[in-house]
């Protein structure tokens, strides 16, 4: 991608030398320039803060993996923090997997965020592409209103939605209430993937949609032969946005998803961590020896974690640069 | 079909394209809009079908004129937000140039500071921060009030802050126990500056640099203006992501006024209220960055 091409800035020395037409420079002839100094010890901090900050960001990342290994004697220990002394202790995986019920909810999960992901990329991109390439009267309103929409946390209205979802059209236990908006373009951020297809959209040539015109393709499937496959990076960017806010969302499925059948995998968590309280008394001392403390508490988020990581290290590279892209666009 | 007009031809297509949205919008927008204003000045009668009856402003006045709890809330959310949109934006900004020097590395660097993003604003983050709380806790021995100075306590040691005294320390604390979380909101606002960056082009800077200008002034005069959409973007999704993240005391107030105490009314009051807030702050930063795109302009 061009995006990731190197930019050729030049240091100041070499615009110096370039100025006095001298092209060749041996390396040790370079220390014996001020700028080369310079340019060392700038560099030197740039990787010192860099490395500061991401330490900060991955802190508590590491924090969490090493608590998930703890045995109940170093986690009251005050003086282990970081290397568990008592041994690894990876039965917690195996009790907080119990508890979590993974055998059903983890299915559950899975096919939520996958089918959710996968309407918000086909309805938002078929809208998205509506907003991009056609004018009519109304639109630029239609558009605010998609901004408004957008801008507004929905989930204040969540009181009528309930009972819209409920008694209205009576999707009672079932994942409808999260699936179903999606379809529309709303659900869980819909607006935001409509934007980005959009913006993604309006920035592509015109041309190709012209030739598919003129050889007699109809919009729709213009649309889903032509814009669509060209259209892999935009594609991308919203699938993970959806996967990671449908996986890590808690508010709607706590509503809506209070059968123990269709219960998602995450949703176990908060009951996991309450277990994990209850374990030490207000002085600090162990009450409660069960099976369940911080560590498997910890080991819990580890594992609802492990998925989305997963996914996400197969798509990194090409999620930041097709985020850059649409973001560049705006 | 052949005598419609291109134009009519393209409004029907337009039309037939965005209607699912039409759709959504009026079913899970504009209803539950309409019926949480209502809710608001009325009292409900029956859950079932929403039945209810109108009775004015009572909760409105109870909230705003009233109450001792809300009005505060509301200060506390907006004045938090107020001070950690900048802390967000620079920092992300800050980070992303650094990120955009031609450095070995950079690569491995970016995905790892995409990487909380990955946690969202979910349960999992607040209780990685809570037990971060707990563990430095123990063995803090700074003061009384250890809840609210503890939490950054890995980026300065212990030590250095018992010299400065309490108040010192205690500003230095309120600072660092924004800087994870503060931190932590970054990850998409740098991935939008990195685009912006790099989407400026290099010989700007070469042109600047013959013509004797510093690094300094060509960041003020060259790169600031540059990415000027970019930060007005920015400062919107952060605005944005931090309202409506469940863990913020006024979306777990309604949720709890909602379904704990059952007090439907009470909580879309609340929300009415929250929404007419947002409404109105982001319209006045809509306002400013009009205003500066127009003096520059000028």
New interface residues.
């Given amino acids: 991608m061009k995006l990731f091409k190197k930019s050729k800035e030049k240091t100041e020395l070499e615009l110096i030398m370039e100025q006095a037409h001298i092209h060749e420079i041996s390396g040790w002839e370079k220390l014996k320039h001020a700028e080369t100094w310079k340019h060392i010890f700038f560099r030197f901090f740039t990787y010192l803060l860099l490395f500061s900050m991401a330490f900060v960001f991955l802190y508590p990342f590491l924090f969490l993996l090493t608590d998930s290994v703890k045995s109940l004697a170093d986690l009251t220990d005050i003086t282990v923090k970081w290397i568990p002394t008592r041994g690894l202790r990876w039965v917690n995986y195996k009790y907080a997997w119990q508890e979590l019920k993974g055998p059903v909810t983890l299915p559950n999960s899975i096919y939520m965020t996958g089918m959710a992901t996968f309407i918000h990329v086909i309805s938002c991109s078929f809208i998205g592409y509506g907003f991009a390439r056609f004018h009519f009267k109304g639109s630029n309103l239609l558009f605010g209103i998609l901004v408004l929409a957008m801008v507004i946390p929905l989930q204040v209205m969540m009181i009528p939605m309930f009972i819209l979802y409920s008694n209205v059209f009576g999707w009672t236990n079932s994942m409808k209430p999260i699936l179903i908006p999606a379809i529309f373009g709303y659900g869980l951020k819909g607006g935001l993937y409509i934007f980005i297809f959009r913006q993604f959209f309006v920035a592509l040539p015109k041309e190709l949609e012209e030739a598919a015109y003129i050889d007699g393709c109809g919009f729709i499937q213009t649309h889903f032969r032509i814009i669509l496959p060209i259209s892999k990076s935009s594609i991308l960017v919203v699938s993970i946005l959806s996967m990671v806010f449908h996986w890590n969302d808690y508010t709607e499925p706590n509503m809506y998803l209070t059968n123990p059948k269709i219960r998602i995998f995450p949703q176990g968590l908060p009951g996991l961590y309450r277990m994990a309280v209850q374990m030490v008394d207000d002085l600090g001392y162990v009450i409660d020896k069960s099976l369940y403390n911080q560590a498997t508490a910890s080991a819990g988020a580890v594992l609802s974690l492990l998925p989305i990581l997963i996914v996400y290290l197969f798509a990194q590279r090409s999620f930041v640069e097709g985020i850059q892209h649409t973001g560049a666009k705006q | 079909m052949k005598s419609v007009s291109f134009k009519r031809r ?9 209607s ?6 009026i ?3 504009l ?3 309409y ?2 204003f209502a ?1 608001s000045v009325s009292e409900l009668d029956s ?4 039945q209810k009856h109108y009775l004015g402003f009572n909760y409105y006045r109870n909230i705003l004129f009233e109450s001792i709890a809300y009005v505060p809330m509301y200060q506390r959310v907006f004045k938090e937000m107020l001070i950690r949109t900048p802390l967000v934006v620079i920092f992300s900004l800050f ?1 992303a140039i ?6 070995k590395g950079r ?1 491995v ?17 607040q ?3 809570n ?2 709380l707990q ?1 430095e806790m ?2 803090t021995a700074m003061g009384t009030d250890t809840t609210s100075i503890s939490r950054g306590t ?2 300065i040691p212990r030590e250095v802050l018992w010299y400065l005294g309490p108040k010192v320390a205690n500003l230095v604390m309120q600072f660092l126990s924004r ?2 979380e503060v ?2 909101k970054c990850p ?1 606002p740098i ?2 500056f ?3 960056l ?2 400026i082009s ?1 010989s700007l ?2 042109s600047a ?2 013509d004797g200008a510093t690094q300094w002034e060509m960041f003020w005069k060259i790169t600031l203006p540059m990415i000027g ?2 930060i007005l ?1 920015a400062i ?1 999704y952060t605005l ?1 992501d931090m ?2 993240e ?1 863990t913020n005391s006024v ?1 777990a107030n ?2 709890s006024m ?2 704990k105490s059952t007090r ?1 009314e009470y ?2 009051a609340l ?1 009415c209220i ?2 007419v807030i ?2 109105v702050l ?1 319209g006045v930063i809509f306002g400013i960055a009009a205003l500066i795109s127009k003096s520059n302009n000028k």
């Fill in positions: 393209q409004a029907i297509q337009g039309l037939i394209l965005v699912p949205w039409i759709i959504g919008t079913l899970f927008f209803y539950p809009a019926e949480t809710l859950i079932k079908g929403l980070i650094l990120l955009n020097l031609d450095i690569g660097l970016r995905s790892l500071f995409v990487l909380p993003f990955l946690l969202g604003s979910g349960f999992i983050m209780q990685i921060m037990q971060g563990d123990g063995d890995i980026l800087i994870t931190l932590w998409v991935i939008l990195l685009g912006g790099q989407s290099g800077y070469e640099k013959v959409d970019i973007v919107i944005i309202f409506t469940s979306m309604i949720h909602a379904f439907f909580a879309a929300a929250y929404i947002i409404l982001i």
